[in-house]
C-alpha cells in the first residue's frame, strides 16, 4: 500500500532485496521499502523468508524474494517469447513480461536517476492519465495520482518508433505521418553565414553533441546592418517551415549540441536538460579534448619554454620531438574545448594543469621508474607540513630532538610517528597522501608518454588547483592543489556559461507563423528569404538552419550542406559624419510630449522578452523581414530579380510577400514601458512608419538614406559641399532621395478607435518625434556606465530641449483627423552639406496627403454626422469592399531627402557668426548707400546758393547718445521686472500655485499640462499688471498739470490718452494675428508698404483728435516697432532683410517728401477752404462783411506762414525720425522678449521661427541701429540742403538748453508760447534722454500689454476669474516699487570714485566766465577750432556795453516781437518788479521808446542803427578777420540776404516816398527846423511802420 508521504510518488520509491546476501530486518522486511511495498511473510518456521508478489504474464502472478530472482525470470521469459515470436509460434509477446523486461532495462541503465523520469504527482482532475491509489490509515483512504513523467519512457511491444526529433500528438498513430516535431531537440545544425571566399565548406557531423565550430559569426558594431538573403526558393516542396525546419538566431553564444534536450526554466530555476546525462556531457568534453590538442615546449626541468625556439632545435619535425634539454609534445586544449557548450548548466571550473611525467632511477631495483610530476609538488607541501609539526612541540615527538633551524630532523622514528599517527591530520588538511620518498623531478624526454593519446579520459589528467597561477616552479610551491573534500577552499578561475541558457533570438512574425500560399506550397518560405539584423550594441551572432524532423536528414544536408544558399552584406552608416566610425542621425522620442499630446507610443517600439516573459526594451539587435528584397540586395536588383524569381510554375507572382502584421497586443505598449530610468529614448531608426517594404518594421536612417538603390548616392570623392563663404545659387551635388515610395501598411487598428491619438490622427503642427541635428556617434549612443542605456546616455538626455534636436511635425496644409487616415504619407528631410562626408540635418516635415474616413459608407451602417464632417474637409470614404470594410491597410510612405543651397541654409541660420556678420554689413553698406546717394541727389539739386555743410559723425554722435541713454534708461529697470516676473511665476518658479484652479469654477485635480498651461496663463496676467503700471505712471510723468492748469482737465487728459493706447494696442493685436496668416507672408513687400502708409494715417488722425506730439510720440512709436516686429513673420530671413530694406527706403521717401508733402497740403488746406468758399459764395458783400472776409484770409495767411517759415515743421520733422529710431532701437529687446516667453506667447512659434533664431533676428536689429543712425545722418543732412532747415543748428540749440536746464524733469519747466501748442511739449523736453526715456518707457508698457493679452488668448485664460490674480498684482506692483525706488536711489546717488553722478543732474550754471564757456562747447562739443572765437563771443555778451548797445540798436526789432510774444495768457502774470505784468510792460515800453539814440546823418533810415560812432567803428576794426564757419556763415548769409534785398526795394520805392514827404513831422507837428533830421517812410495801417518794406517784399514776392 502507498503511504500519503508527500504530493509526489517516484515509481521506484521504496527498495526490494537485490540479492539472497541482502540485510533483512529481523522481521523480515527491508528498512530502506520505507513501507511503499506490500510483503508477503511466507517463510518457514525458524527461517526467515520475505517475499513479494507481482503480476508476471496476463494469467499468473509469482512471488520473488528479491530482485535478482525477478530479473533473471523476466529476462529468460522475455528471451524465449521472442524466439517464439519469430518461430511464429506466438503472435506477440506477453504484455505483462515486455513492461517488466523493459524495466528493468531502464533500472539497469539509469539507476538512480529514473526517480527524475517517472513519478506520480496528486491531482484532483481524473482523466486518462491518472490512476486512483489507496494507502493504509484509519480510514482506508485513496486518492488520485497522474503521471507527470515523460510518456516516452513507457513502450509497447509493437510501438512505431517516430523519427528524431518528433512524437506522436495522440493515441492511435497509424504512420510516420502522424509524427510531429516536438521542438525540443534539434537534429541538424548548419549556419548561415557564408564561409570566406578561400575557404571550403567543411561537411559537419550530425552525430548526438556534435557543434558547429568551424562556420563564421555574424560580427556587427552599433549601427551596422547585416542583410543576409537566403534562397529557398528549391528547398524540396514537403520540407515545411517551423514543421521540419526553422531559421535561429543566437547571441554572443553557442547553442547546444545536437540532440540536447533541454527543460523550460520554471520560476528563478535555471534552464538544465534531461538528455544527455552529465556523464555524456562529461564524454563529449573528453572527445573533445581527444581531438583539439595544442603544442608546448618544456625544459628537462618542467619549466616551459617558447615553442618557437623548441620548432628550431626539432627542425619543425614531428619524429624528433626532444632535442637535448627542450621536450616538444602536444597537450589537451581544454580552454578550447571547455568554450564550447557541452554542459547544459553554468559550470565551475578550478584551475587545471595538464600533468607532467617525470622518472628517475631506483637505487633499489635499477629500473626507471615513471611517476607524476606533480609528487614534487606533493612532497615540498608535506616537506613544509612536516617542519612546521616537528617545530611545534607537540605532543607525540616529546623526547626527541625534532627540529633544528626550523627544519625537521631526518630521524626516521620520527618519520614513522608522523607517518603512523599524524597523517590523517595531513590528509584531511590537504586531500591527498603524500609520497613515500622526495622525487627528483627530472622530466620524461619521452613525447608520446607525455601525450597519452591513447587515453580514455582525457580531463582526468588535468590537475586541479585552488587558484589560478603562472606555470612557474617558482609560484607553483606556493599555490595548493585542489582539496575534493573542501571545495569551498578553491577559487574558480572559469565559469562556462550552459548551453540551455543560450536562447534562441525572438524572430518576427514572418517566422512565427506559417502562411500557406496560393501556390500550393504548405508555408510562404519557398523563395528568397531575406532577414536583416541592425545592431545597437557589438554583437557577434550565430545564424543556422536548424532541422527539427529526422525524417528529413538527407535532404536537408543536400540542400544546405553546401553553405551557397546565402548571401551576406554590412551596411553601416558612411555618410553623415567624416570624423567619426559609424555615426548616424538618430530619432528621439520623448515620454512628456506624448502624456502632453495624448498621443498612443509607436508599434515599431524596440521590444523584447526579459526572462520573466514581459515586454522590456530590446537591448542587442533588431531582426528585420523585408518583403521587397531588392532594396537591401542589390545583386538581385542587377541580376533582374524580380523576372527570374517573382513567378512560380503556374505564373503566380512570389514576390513582393504579403504584408504580415504583428499581433497588435505584442506590439502595443502604455506608459510602463518607458520604466521608472528613463523618459526618453534615442533610436536610430524612424518611429511609427513600420511594416515597409524593404525595411519591415524599422526603416533605419542610415541604410534608407544611403543603401536605397533608387535614392542617388554620390561617392564621397564627388561631392559637392555648400561653402558658407561662396555665395552661389547653385545647389551641392550630393546624395538625394526625390520622390522615393516605399509601401507601407498600418499596423493599428485603422477600422476601429483608440483610447489615444494614434500618429496620423495628430493635428498639423504636432511634433511627432525629433531627429538629431547632427551624426551621434557609436560612443555617444550606447552606455558607458550602469546608469546610462543604449539610446538614454547622458550625452543624449544633454540635447534634449535644445537646438541639437529637429522637431518632425506634421505639416501646416493638412493634419489629421479622427477616423481618417491618409493614404500618402510624405516625410522630407532637408540637409547641409557642410564637407564631402559630413551632413547636418536642417529641417524634417511630415505630411499627410490623400484622407480618407474610416467610416462605412451610410447604408452600411456609417455615422452621417462623422461623414458630413469629413466631407466639409474634402475627406472622401475609404475604398471598400462589398461589405464596407476598407478594402486596404496600405499607404505609401514617400521620402524627400535632399540638400539645401546656400541661400535656404542662410535662411536658415545654418552658418557661422562670421557668415551672418558679413551678411549684416552688406545690409548695412546698402541703406547707408540709399542714404548717401539720396543726400548726393539733393545735395547735387540743391537751390542754395550755399547749402550748409556735411556735418557726418558730429550730427551722429549730436542725435544718437540722448536716443541709447534714454532707451536704455528705461530697458534696465524694464527688463530687471520682467525677469523677476519670469522667475516667480514660471511653472517651477518660485512662486506655485499648481494646486489652484485658474477659476472659481474649478473642481477636481489638476493634471501635469493643466498646471502648466495654469502658470503661463498667470504668467500673461502678471505682464498685464506690469504693463498698465508702466502705463500710469508714464501717462502721469508725460501729463504734468501746472498751478493753473485744473487736476480735473489733467486727469482726462491722462484717461484720454490711456484710452487712446488702449484702442491702439487692440488693433495691433489684430495686426499680429493677421501677420501670422499665408496672406501676409506670401505678399510681405505689400503690406509692408500699406503699413507704412497707415502710420502716416494713423499720424494725421492723432495728431487732429491728441493735439498733441509728446503724446501721439509713443504710439507712433509703438506702431513703428509693431511694423518692424511683423516682419519676423516673412517666409525666410532674406525676405525678412529685403523687407527691411524696403521699409528704410520708405522711411526715407516718407521723412523727405511724404510728410512734408502731407504738411504742406495740411497747412494750406485753410487757404484752399476759404478761396473755395470766395469763389463759390456769395458776391456781393457788404463792408462789414468784406472786412471779415479780409481780417479771415489776414489770420490765415498769418498762420501759414508761421506754419512754413518758423521752426514747426523741423520740429515735426525730428519728431518722426524720433519716433522711428526708438522703435528700431527697441526691436532687439522686444526680441529678447520673445526669447524669454518662447512658449507663452507663441509669436515666433507662429511665424515658424525657433527660439535660437530670434536671437539672429534680434542680432540684426541691434546691429542694424549703427547703420540706420549713418542713413538718419544722411537723411537730416539731405532735409538740410532740401528744406533749408537748421537740423544740426537745432539739435545744438535742444542740446545745450538741456544742458542749462532748470527742472530736473524739463517737463516741469514753462513751455516756449511761440510754438504750436501741439509742439510746445515736446520742444520742451529738447528731444534728449528723457525725451527718449519716456518714449521707451510707454512703449514697453504698450508691447507688455499686447503680450500679456497674447498669452492670456492662447492659453485661454480669464485673469479676472482667478483667483490668484489678487496675489499676481500685488507681487508685481510691489516688484516695481522696489524697482522704482531702487532706480530712484541711484539716480540721486553720486559715486566719484567710479565716476557716478546720478542720473539728469541740474548743472546750477553762474555767471562766470568759465561756466558760460563750458555751456557753450557744451553745444558746439567737437569744434575745437572755434574755441577762441566762443570765448570772445562770451566775453561780449557779458558786457554791459554790448548789452545797452543791443537794445538801442535793435529797438524797434524788439518792440515788434515783444509784442507778438504777448498773449492774454501772459498778461495774467506778474512782472519782475511784482506789479500787474501789463503795468510793467508798459513801462518797458516806454523806456524802450524815450532810449537816446545817436546823431544821424541825413537820409539815414529810421529802422537802422547808427554804426558811425568811434568806438564801435574801432571795434570793427579789431573784429577777427578769420573765415566765419559753420552757423555764424550761415546767419550771416541769412541776414546778408535779408539786407540787400531790403536795400534794394527800398532804393527803388524812395523816389515815390520822397515826392510824397510833406514839411512837418506827422507826429509831433515840428518843421525841419526844429528837427535835425526830417524822414519820410512806409505807414501801415495809418501809422509809421519801419517794417512796412518787408511786407511789401513779400506780398511782391
Known amino acids: 500500500k502507498f503511504l500519503p508521504s508527500n504530493n509526489k510518488i517516484s515509481l ?62 523476466a529476462v529468460d521469459e522475455f528471451k524465449r517469447e521472442r524466439d517464439a515470436v519469430a518461430a511464429g509460434k506466438r503472435s506477440n509477446i506477453d504484455p505483462f513480461v515486455f513492461d517488466i523486461f523493459k524495466s528493468i532495462q531502464l533500472i539497469e541503465q539509469y539507476g538512480e536517476k529514473l526517480e527524475q523520469f517517472a513519478y506520480l504527482e496528486a491531482t484532483n482532475t481524473s482523466s486518462s492519465l491518472s490512476i486512483e491509489l489507496s494507502y493504509v490509515d484509519a480510514k482506508n483512504s485513496s486518492a488520485l495520482y497522474a503521471l507527470a513523467g515523460r510518456l516516452d519512457w513507457c513502450e509497447c511491444e509493437n510501438i512505431l518508433k517516430c523519427p528524431n526529433g518528433t512524437a506522436t500528438s495522440g493515441v492511435g498513430a497509424k504512420g510516420m505521418n502522424d509524427c510531429v516535431s516536438t521542438n525540443e531537440e534539434v537534429i541538424h545544425r548548419i549556419s548561415l553565414i557564408p564561409p570566406p571566399p578561400d575557404e571550403i565548406a567543411k561537411p559537419m557531423s550530425t552525430g548526438e553533441g556534435s557543434i558547429d565550430t568551424d562556420s563564421s559569426r555574424l560580427v556587427l558594431k552599433p549601427f551596422e546592418t547585416g542583410i543576409l538573403t537566403v534562397d529557398l526558393s528549391m528547398l524540396p516542396n514537403n520540407i515545411t517551415y517551423n514543421d521540419h525546419y526553422r531559421i535561429s538566431i543566437y547571441d554572443g553564444c553557442q547553442p547546444c549540441p545536437l540532440r540536447y534536450k533541454c527543460n523550460a526554466s520554471n520560476g528563478h530555476q535555471p534552464k538544465t536538460c534531461f538528455n544527455p546525462p552529465l556523464e555524456r556531457q562529461y564524454e563529449f568534453l573528453n572527445g573533445c579534448l581527444k581531438k583539439n590538442r595544442k603544442m608546448v615546449c618544456l625544459r628537462d626541468d618542467g619549466t616551459h619554454e617558447d615553442i618557437q625556439k623548441c620548432y628550431s632545435k626539432t627542425n619543425n619535425s614531428s619524429s624528433a620531438r626532444s632535442s637535448g634539454s627542450l621536450l616538444l609534445f602536444s597537450e589537451p586544449d581544454l580552454e578550447k574545448c571547455l568554450s564550447r557548450p557541452y554542459f547544459c548548466l553554468d559550470t565551475e571550473w578550478n584551475y587545471r594543469t595538464y600533468r607532467r611525467l617525470c622518472q ?6 635499477g629500473e626507471t621508474e615513471i611517476y607524476d610530476c606533480s609528487l614534487v609538488h606533493r612532497w615540498n607541501t608535506y616537506a613544509h607540513w612536516k617542519n612546521n609539526v616537528c617545530c611545534s612541540e607537540i605532543s607525540e615527538l616529546r623526547g626527541f630532538d625534532s627540529c633544528r633551524k626550523n627544519e625537521c630532523l631526518d630521524d626516521p622514528r620520527i618519520e614513522d610517528i608522523i607517518r603512523g599517527k599524524l597523517i590523517n591530520v595531513f590528509e584531511r588538511e590537504y586531500g591527498f597522501i603524500p609520497p613515500i620518498r622526495k622525487p627528483s623531478g627530472k622530466l620524461l624526454m619521452n613525447a608520446t608518454l607525455q601525450e597519452a593519446l591513447d587515453h580514455e579520459s582525457p580531463l582526468d589528467l588535468f590537475h586541479e588547483w585552488r587558484e589560478q597561477f603562472p606555470e612557474s616552479s617558482k609560484l607553483m610551491q606556493e ?471 556735411f556735418q557726418g559723425w558730429q550730427l551722429v554722435a549730436l542725435v544718437s547718445r540722448p536716443q541709447i541713454e534714454g532707451v536704455i534708461l528705461a530697458v534696465i529697470p524694464y527688463m530687471v521686472v520682467v525677469s523677476t516676473i519670469h522667475t516667480l511665476f514660471r511653472h517651477d518658479g518660485v512662486l506655485q500655485f499648481d494646486s489652484l484652479h485658474k477659476n472659481w469654477m474649478g473642481s477636481g485635480s489638476i493634471g501635469d499640462v493643466e498646471e502648466v498651461e495654469n502658470a503661463m496663463g498667470r504668467m500673461g496676467s502678471a505682464f498685464l499688471v506690469l504693463g ?258 537748421r537740423v544740426y543748428d537745432y539739435l545744438s540749440y535742444t542740446r545745450w538748453r538741456f544742458s542749462n536746464r532748470e527742472n530736473r524733469w524739463n517737463l516741469l519747466g514753462k513751455f516756449d508760447e511761440s510754438l504750436s501748442y501741439s509742439f510746445q511739449s515736446i520742444d520742451l523736453l529738447c528731444f534728449s534722454s528723457q525725451y527718449y526715456f519716456i518714449l521707451a518707457l510707454l512703449t514697453l508698457g504698450f508691447g507688455s500689454n499686447i503680450f500679456a493679452i497674447t498669452i492670456c488668448l492662447r492659453r485661454k485664460y480669464n485673469f479676472l476669474a482667478d483667483p490668484v490674480f489678487p496675489i499676481i498684482a500685488f507681487v508685481v506692483i510691489l516688484c516695481c516699487e522696489v524697482v522704482t525706488v531702487l532706480c530712484k536711489y541711484l539716480a540721486n546717488t553720486s559715486v566719484p570714485a567710479i565716476c557716478w553722478r546720478g542720473i539728469w543732474q541740474v548743472s546750477r550754471v553762474q555767471s562766470t566766465m568759465d561756466d558760460m564757456i563750458a555751456a557753450k562747447l557744451a553745444v558746439g562739443e567737437g569744434r575745437q577750432e572755434d574755441l577762441e572765437q566762443e570765448r570772445q563771443e562770451l566775453l561780449a555778451l557779458n558786457s554791459e556795453t554790448f548789452r545797452h548797445n543791443f537794445v538801442e540798436k535793435n529797438r524797434p526789432w524788439i ?137 511789401l517784399i513779400k506780398e511782391f514776392e
Open 12 to 73: 521506484t520509491q521504496g527498495r526490494i532485496p537485490h540479492s539472497r546476501d541482502s540485510p533483512i530486518h529481523a522481521r523480515g522486511i527491508p528498512s530502506e521499502s520505507k513501507g511503499y511495498l506490500e510483503f508477503e511473510d511466507v517463510a518457514e518456521t525458524g527461517n526467515v523468508d520475505v517475499r513479494f508478489p507481482i503480476r508476471f504474464t496476463w494469467q499468473s502472478f509469482l512471488v520473488f524474494a528479491n530482485y535478482f530472482e525477478l530479473k533473471t525470470s
Open 360 to 365: 628517475e632511477n631506483s637505487a633499489i631495483s
Open 479 to 949: 599555490v595548493k592543489l585542489h582539496h575534493p573534500k573542501k571545495p569551498h577552499l578553491s577559487h574558480p578561475y572559469k565559469i562556462t556559461s550552459g548551453c540551455c541558457n543560450c536562447k534562441r533570438h525572438a524572430m518576427p512574425t514572418f517566422f512565427e507563423t506559417n502562411n500557406p500560399i496560393s501556390s500550393g506550397y504548405p508555408d510562404n518560405k519557398h523563395g528568397h528569404v531575406q532577414i536583416t539584423v541592425t545592431a545597437i550594441a557589438s554583437i557577434k551572432l550565430y545564424v543556422a538552419v536548424e532541422l527539427l524532423h529526422g525524417a528529413y536528414y538527407l535532404d536537408f544536408e543536400k540542400y544546405f550542406g553546401s553553405r551557397d544558399k546565402s548571401t551576406l552584406r554590412i551596411h553601416a552608416p558612411q555618410k553623415f559624419s567624416e570624423h567619426s566610425e559609424h555615426a548616424t542621425w538618430l530619432t528621439v522620442l520623448d515620454k512628456s510630449a506624448f502624456e502632453k499630446r495624448g498621443l498612443e507610443l509607436p508599434l515599431n517600439l524596440p521590444v523584447g522578452i526579459n526572462e520573466g516573459g514581459n515586454k522590456d526594451i530590446e537591448d542587442r539587435f533588431f531582426v528585420n523581414i523585408p518583403r521587397n528584397k531588392t532594396i537591401a540586395n542589390h545583386i538581385l536588383a542587377k541580376e533582374n530579380f524580380l523576372e527570374v524569381i517573382d513567378y512560380d510554375d503556374d505564373g503566380r507572382s512570389r514576390l513582393p510577400l504579403p504584408a504580415i502584421r504583428d499581433p497588435i497586443e505584442s506590439i502595443r505598449l502604455n506608459e510602463e514601458w518607458w520604466g521608472q530610468k528613463h523618459d526618453f529614448i534615442a533610436l536610430p531608426y524612424i518611429p511609427f512608419f513600420s511594416n515597409c517594404d524593404g525595411y519591415d518594421s524599422h526603416v533605419f536612417l542610415g541604410r534608407l538614406l544611403e543603401d536605397h538603390p533608387d535614392c542617388l548616392s554620390v561617392p564621397m570623392n564627388k561631392v559637392e559641399s555648400t561653402n558658407e563663404f561662396s555665395f552661389t545659387r547653385k545647389e551641392p551635388y550630393s546624395d538625394r532621395c526625390q520622390d522615393l515610395i516605399l509601401q507601407c501598411t498600418y499596423e493599428e487598428e485603422i477600422r476601429g478607435s483608440s483610447e489615444k491619438f494614434r500618429w496620423f490622427e495628430a493635428s498639423s503642427g504636432s511634433k511627432l518625434f525629433h531627429i538629431t541635428r547632427d551624426a551621434v556617434t557609436i560612443a555617444a549612443f550606447v552606455p558607458s556606465n550602469e546608469v546610462e542605456d543604449w539610446g538614454r546616455t547622458m550625452f543624449l538626455d544633454k540635447m534634449r530641449n535644445s537646438y541639437d534636436l529637429i522637431p518632425v511635425s506634421i505639416g501646416d496644409e493638412m493634419g489629421g483627423f479622427l477616423n481618417a487616415i491618409p493614404r500618402v504619407v510624405e516625410l522630407e528631410l532637408k540637409y547641409y552639406q557642410i564637407s564631402s562626408g559630413t551632413k547636418r540635418l536642417v529641417e524634417a516635415a511630415i505630411y499627410f496627403h490623400g484622407l480618407c474616413t474610416t467610416q462605412k459608407q451610410e447604408y452600411f451602417g456609417g455615422s452621417a454626422k462623422i461623414l458630413d464632417d469629413m466631407k466639409e474637409r474634402d475627406i472622401l470614404p475609404c475604398e471598400s469592399d462589398i461589405n464596407g470594410a476598407i478594402k486596404s491597410d496600405n499607404y505609401e510612405l514617400i521620402i524627400q531627402y535632399y540638400p539645401l543651397g546656400w541661400f535656404d541654409l542662410l535662411n536658415r541660420f545654418e552658418f557661422g557668426g562670421p557668415v551672418y556678420f558679413f551678411f549684416y554689413t552688406a545690409i548695412g553698406l546698402t541703406i547707408c548707400l540709399i542714404g548717401g546717394s539720396v543726400y548726393g541727389i539733393n545735395r547735387l539739386l540743391t537751390k542754395f546758393r550755399h547749402p550748409p555743410p
Open 1028 to 1285: 498698465s503700471y508702466i502705463t500710469l505712471k508714464g501717462s502721469s510723468s508725460i501729463i504734468i498739470g501746472d498751478e493753473t492748469s485744473k487736476n480735473d482737465h489733467v486727469v482726462a487728459k491722462r484717461a484720454h490718452f490711456i484710452w487712446a493706447s488702449l484702442c491702439l494696442q487692440a488693433m495691433i493685436l489684430c495686426l499680429l494675428e493677421f501677420s501670422y496668416s499665408d496672406s501676409y507672408k506670401n505678399d510681405i513687400y505689400r503690406y509692408v508698404v500699406m503699413f507704412k502708409f497707415g502710420q502716416i494715417a494713423f499720424d494725421v488722425i492723432l495728431s487732429h483728435v491728441i493735439r498733441d506730439k509728446l503724446l501721439i510720440a509713443p504710439l507712433l512709436v509703438l506702431i513703428q516697432m509693431s511694423e518692424i516686429l511683423v516682419t519676423i513673420g516673412a517666409r525666410d530671413f532674406v525676405e525678412f532683410t529685403l523687407s527691411f530694406l524696403v521699409k528704410i527706403s520708405l522711411i526715407v521717401v516718407q521723412r523727405l517728401f511724404i510728410y512734408p508733402f502731407i504738411h504742406t497740403i495740411l497747412t494750406l488746406l485753410p487757404r484752399w477752404n476759404l478761396l473755395a468758399r470766395h469763389s463759390f459764395g456769395r458776391k456781393a458783400l457788404t463792408r462789414k462783411e468784406k472786412k471779415q472776409r479780409e481780417a479771415r484770409w489776414k489770420k490765415v495767411n498769418e498762420n501759414i506762414e508761421l506754419q512754413t517759415e518758423g521752426v514747426e515743421p523741423l520740429v515735426d520733422s525730428i519728431t518722426i525720425y524720433s519716433v522711428e529710431k526708438t522703435g528700431g532701437i527697441l526691436l532687439p529687446f522686444m526680441c529678447l522678449f520673445l526669447m524669454l516667453l518662447y512658449r507663452e506667447t507663441e509669436i515666433a512659434m507662429n511665424y515658424n521661427i525657433n527660439q535660437h533664431e530670434l536671437l539672429y533676428y534680434g542680432t540684426f536689429a541691434f546691429y542694424m541701429i549703427i547703420w540706420t543712425c549713418i542713413v538718419d545722418t544722411f537723411v537730416l543732412s539731405s532735409q538740410e540742403v532740401l528744406y533749408g532747415w
Open 1455 to 1591: 518792440l515788434q516781437h515783444l509784442v507778438e510774444l504777448i498773449t492774454p495768457r501772459t498778461l495774467q502774470g506778474v512782472g519782475a518788479d511784482e506789479r500787474p505784468l501789463a503795468d510793467y510792460l508798459r513801462g518797458v515800453y516806454s523806456n524802450l521808446m524815450n532810449t537816446s539814440t545817436a546823431t544821424k546823418c541825413a537820409g539815414d533810415r529810421s529802422d537802422i542803427s547808427s554804426d558811425s560812432s568811434d568806438d564801435e567803428f574801432e571795434k570793427r576794426r579789431r573784429w577777427d578777420r578769420n573765415p566765419l564757419e559753420g552757423n555764424q556763415v550761415t546767419i550771416a548769409k541769412v541776414w546778408l540776404n535779408k539786407a540787400r534785398k531790403r536795400g534794394i526795394f527800398t532804393k527803388a520805392v524812395m523816389p515815390s516816398i520822397e515826392r510824397r514827404k510833406e514839411d512837418h513831422c506827422s507826429a509831433c507837428s515840428r518843421t525841419l527846423g526844429s528837427c535835425k533830421v526830417l524822414h519820410a517812410g512806409l505807414a501801415r495801417n495809418g501809422k509809421y511802420d519801419s517794417y512796412a518794406i518787408d511786407g
